[in-house]
């Protein structure tokens, strides 16, 4: 990634971040306390929602990154062409916000109907925002036939995001959770806790990173830290009560960033803008250790090319912090059904197995195995393994992620502090 382009992508970001702080208080007045929009056609049958999407042309907002996810996006875009007649048409992002920027604007602007996005692949902090003020359409979920498929007993991140309750208004479509990529030609012992970390950077100065927050593994890296350092965990699971709580629970945090810092790549002085940018690092031998959010991250890259093939994956012993992604519809999407379809398929069995697959994406599946049929999980049994792959048991605790507000006031101080 160039400088041109990082500096350029860190202005998009602040911009769309400015713009949802501006026009999110519009909508606070406008939207009232309502938790979404009541399906306009609460009625329908599942094969009438599937005869209103054909000819639907479904504007998916979703991160562009990476071109592995990019590819898959345009394969379910081609299946759902054959199988329903709806066109998909990828809008990339370079952040969220963006997109709930739009939501929000067009709200304020009175455009209740007829918007200009029909899905968005949504995370917490921003479901939450949008959930809040009124801005999703639902409860709609429990509608898609796929999701009875769906393991919301051992994967309970399915029915909870960062805290809040979905209640119906976001499909879940993949599983992810923090693990660390090493290079095992270079690393022998990788750190397994936070207070480890610090330790092993001092030992090893330039070779560890992480991107600036708001990427999305940068700001969770903060988490994971402040999990382990807070005086008080269980805290951060409610919103941040007062000024004086946050600061009580976050000076461990900063204390841990200061000490951590001059240790980093470019002595900290610097951070790679995307989670992309920092695994690119490590493929280059510029650092050791990177992190990632997919525990089939490194398998995948090795099969693509873009890691070494040496490289593989470690968890702390104390757990990692692990969610599920999502996607939403707006309140005011122009084709409704086209989404929901769309939706539908993502969670089902075929788009679930092969998006598992390393060589396509390596995302862990929502569903339970169990519930489907002997023809269904040949799909997954069929997948290919990769000695860079922790099985599922190997991968330790799963720690929840903390209220949405805690993210938003820590990514404010973070650029405050060290963004420059």
């Excluded at 796929?146 to 993949?174: C, S, Y």
């Excluded at 022998?188 to 593994?217: N, Q, V």
């Excluded at 988490?223 to 976050?250: G, H, S």
């Excluded at 690119?280 to 995948?300: C, K, M, R, V």
Aim: glycine share 8%; net charge negative; aromatic share 10%.
């Amino acid at each position: 990634m160039s400088t041109t382009w990082g500096w350029m992508e860190a202005r998009l970001k602040g911009a769309a971040a400015i713009m949802v702080a501006m026009a999110t208080a519009v909508a606070v007045a406008m939207a009232g306390t309502a938790a979404g929009t009541p399906a306009a056609a609460a009625g329908d049958s599942w094969e009438d929602i599937v005869a209103k999407a054909r000819g639907q042309i479904v504007y998916w907002n979703a991160w562009g990154g990476d071109e592995r996810i990019n590819a898959y996006i345009a394969w379910a875009g081609r299946r759902v062409a054959e199988d329903y007649g709806i066109t998909v048409r990828h809008v990339k992002l370079s952040d969220t916000a963006e997109a709930v920027a739009r939501v929000v604007a067009e709200k304020a602007a009175g455009r209740d109907t007829g918007g200009s996005i029909d899905l968005i692949w949504i995370n917490g902090e921003n479901f939450a925002a949008m959930k809040k003020n009124g801005l999703l359409f639902g409860p709609f979920v429990e509608r898609l036939p796929n999701f009875r498929l769906v393991d919301t007993v051992n994967k309970p991140t399915t029915l909870i995001d960062f805290t809040v309750p979905v209640d119906g208004l976001e499909a879940p479509w993949g599983m992810a959770k923090i693990n660390f990529i090493y290079d095992r030609a270079r690393v022998t012992a990788p750190p397994r806790s936070m207070a480890a970390f610090l330790d092993w950077a001092a030992a090893h100065p330039g070779r560890f990173t992480y991107p600036a927050p708001p990427d999305f593994i940068g700001s969770t890296f903060l988490k994971q830290v402040l999990i382990e350092t807070t005086p008080d965990p269980a805290l951060l699971q409610a919103p941040v009560p007062d000024d004086a709580a946050f600061a009580r629970a976050t000076t461990p945090l900063w204390d841990y960033l200061d000490a951590l810092h001059p240790h980093l790549w470019r002595g900290g002085k610097t951070f790679p803008r995307t989670g992309t940018a920092q695994l690119q690092l490590l493929d280059d031998g510029e650092i050791d250790i990177a992190i990632s959010f997919y525990p089939s991250d490194a398998a995948s890259l090795i099969q693509h090319g873009r890691l070494p093939k040496t490289a593989r994956v470690f968890v702390l012993d104390g757990g990692t912090i692990g969610n599920t992604h999502f996607v939403a519809i707006p309140y005011n999407a122009r084709s409704k059904e086209g989404a929901m379809v769309l939706a539908n398929f993502l969670m089902s069995p075929e788009a679930q197995a092969r998006k598992q697959n390393l060589e396509v994406w390596g995302d862990q599946t929502v569903l339970d195995i169990a519930r489907l049929s002997p023809a269904e999980r040949a799909l997954f049994e069929a997948l290919p393994d990769h000695p860079a792959l922790l099985p599922p048991e190997a991968l330790g605790p799963t720690l929840l992620e903390p209220h949405p507000s805690w993210m938003t006031r820590i990514e404010r101080a973070w650029q405050r502090r060290y963004g420059g």
